[in-house]
């Protein structure tokens, strides 16, 4: 079954005079379970697709459904709650919360969905573990690297317990000890835990252990391959 | 977790920003209340001022008194309402007085004046009179005789051992008229009283006036101010006004009481001023860091948390931030305005001098009256509580995609 269909999504920015298209008719679907790359030079409109899908931009035309509910009909506080719910998010900086430390940032998000106390601590620290950072779960973002801070992002975007999780670009500001790093964890993520993963990237190195890879470019679909 | 602990827990790691806003707040609270309480104890002061050294803060006559101060609209002592006003629990003095006008002459000289009957030891008590002196001596209980405002006595070229002749109309327009020694000159500040006022004994005086037993006047000096309403009403009760009047000092003397009131509008049209200078100052802080902020919130709006939720936090931070400016403000300013409110600042020069021709000593008093403090906290308050807005309209209007584009 399809977690996210998006149909005929279209997305013009119009500023002051000048239209862009920036997204020119899209029909894509996902299922639960995918590894998927979304590629494509820069201002094809990778982000203003993933924006749209998690509920962060609505399109100007087309629809997105996603766990059989049609997303434009959700309004204000509706549609936040259903970002916290059903979707986990990366992005490609500036992830997390400045005063909270790595453990706070990720119970944050449970806090947000008032689960108990003890399951939120027990939680964080798990994910923490899992995703590496066992030893700097009291560091704040500030005294973490940039790919630890991902990494944290990743715990974060996991506490929720969404059903897929959408990274901007999550490693364009990683060297790249930290990107094989940080995709390793999403791959063993996705692999043992099914944990669906949709980014997009730029990077060679990325694409290559995604096994779906999208094309985009000028806001239309060139390729979908599956590996 | 709730807001309001997320908000203190915001306060308490950010301490740069928690230092900066509630510093803006600081420095309101801190300005106004010194501003505040140097007006209102200047005003204090004068009142305190004239209060102790004349008009006392209520005044009872004869019914008629005031309007008409004549020897013949006095009322018999009476040690009994004299106790039973002492005895109200806010009344420091009771100062009994006989008062009337007389021709003050010395040889060829002669100058319409004010005599005043007074109990030398409970005058002293209230108004210092026996400092005024500046040559011969104050009066005794005993000693006939008469002390003699300084002008006055340059005027009728008369000093300490001469002999003034009083005369003026007495009571039931008996004729009024005694030679006494003059036992000392005094110096009042208020250049009008100390053109025409001789002090004598009140036995004297009623003597003098054909007066015996008669007062024109009991002054009474509270402890405090503030209950002038109160004990005007208590005192009111205790007695029958179909035959006495009761009258505050803000009665007595309406000039003084216009003044103050014109000046004190003056002093919170300066102070609205100030209010406005650090209300823009407070509120460019917080817009500040709010602006500063603007990708934690775009961060937390795209993960899940609800505006509202997050206005509810921004709401108990500047709350905190406001309490924590306000306790500071107070906890630097108060102890300046105790400070200065039991050592008043001299003023020297000019001014100084100014500030005494009209009868005020020359100090800037501080107020520490918690009226005005409550008050101070209230506009403060309500200035945080405007700056708020900003953050709110911020929150409501956030834009996720936008507050996290780079
Ligand atoms: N808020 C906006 N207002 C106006 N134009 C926008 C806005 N956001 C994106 N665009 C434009 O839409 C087009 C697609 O942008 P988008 O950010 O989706 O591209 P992208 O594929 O993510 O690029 P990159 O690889 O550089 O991140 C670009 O031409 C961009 O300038
Ligand atoms: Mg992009």
Known sequence: MNIIETKNLHKTYKESEIEVHAVRGVDLSFEQGEFTAIVGPSGSGKTTLLNMIGGLDKPTEGEIIIDGINISTLKGSKLIDFRLRKIGFVFQAYNLIPVLTAKENVEFIMNLQKRPKKERIKRAEDLLKAVGLGDRMNARPSKLSGGQQQRVAVARALASKPMFILADEPTANLDSESTRNLLEIMETLNKEENITFIFSTHDTRVVNKARRIITIDDGKVLSDEKK | ?406
Request: proline content about 4%.
């Open chain 2, 1 to 406: 977790m709730s807001s309001f602990k997320i908000a203190r827990r915001n306060i308490r790691r950010n301490k740069r920003r928690t230092v900066i806003t509630a510093a803006s707040i600081f420095f309101a609270v801190f300005f106004a209340v010194i501003m505040r309480s140097m007006q209102l104890g200047t005003y204090t002061e004068m009142i305190k001022n004239v209060v102790s050294s004349y008009t006392g803060h209520i005044q009872i006559h004869k019914k008629g008194y005031w309007n008409d101060k004549i020897i013949n609209n006095t009322f018999p002592e009476n040690t009994e309402l004299e106790k039973t006003i002492a005895k109200i629990p806010e009344v420091e003095k009771v100062v009994p007085r006989l008062e009337s006008f007389a021709l003050a002459s010395f040889r060829q000289l002669t100058k319409g004046s004010i005599v005043i009957g007074i109990s030398p030891e409970k005058e002293n008590n209230m108004t210092k009179l026996a400092d005024k002196v500046i040559s011969g001596n104050y009066l005794s209980k005993t000693n006939k005789g008469v002390l003699v405002a300084e002008k006055l006595a340059s005027f009728l070229k008369l000093g300490v051992g001469d002999t003034i002749v009083l005369m003026g109309q007495g009571y039931h327009a008996a004729t009024a008229a005694g030679k006494y020694p003059v036992k000392g000159i005094i110096r009042l500040n208020a250049p009008d009283l100390n053109n025409k006022i001789v002090y004598i004994n009140l036995s004297e005086a009623q003597d003098l006036y054909s007066a015996p037993n008669m007062l024109s006047s009991l002054s009474i000096l509270l402890k405090n101010s503030d209950d002038i309403k109160s004990v005007k009403t208590a005192i009111s009760d205790k007695i029958n006004p179909e035959n006495f009047e009761v009258m505050t000092w803000e009665e007595i003397l309406p000039e003084l009481k216009q003044a103050i009131e014109s000046d004190n509008i003056s002093g919170q049209f300066m102070l609205a001023i100030l209010y406005m200078i650090v209300g823009f100052g407070v509120f460019g802080t917080i817009v500040m860091m709010t602006v500063e902020r603007k990708k934690e919130f775009g961060i937390m709006t795209a993960v899940g948390m609800k505006k509202i939720k997050l206005a509810g936090i921004l709401f108990y931070e500047t709350l905190l931030l406001g309490i924590l400016g306000i306790l500071s403000g107070f906890a630097v300013s108060l102890p300046l305005i105790l400070y200065f409110s039991k050592s008043p600042v001299p003023i020297t020069g000019d001014v100084g001098n100014t500030f005494k021709s009209f009868g005020f000593e020359p100090v800037i008093a501080f107020s520490v009256n918690p009226h005005f403090m409550i008050n101070q906290i209230s506009v403060v308050v309500v200035i945080v509580l405007i700056a708020y807005i900003y953050p709110l309209s911020y929150i409501l209007k956030i834009n996720p995609v936008k507050a996290l584009r780079n």
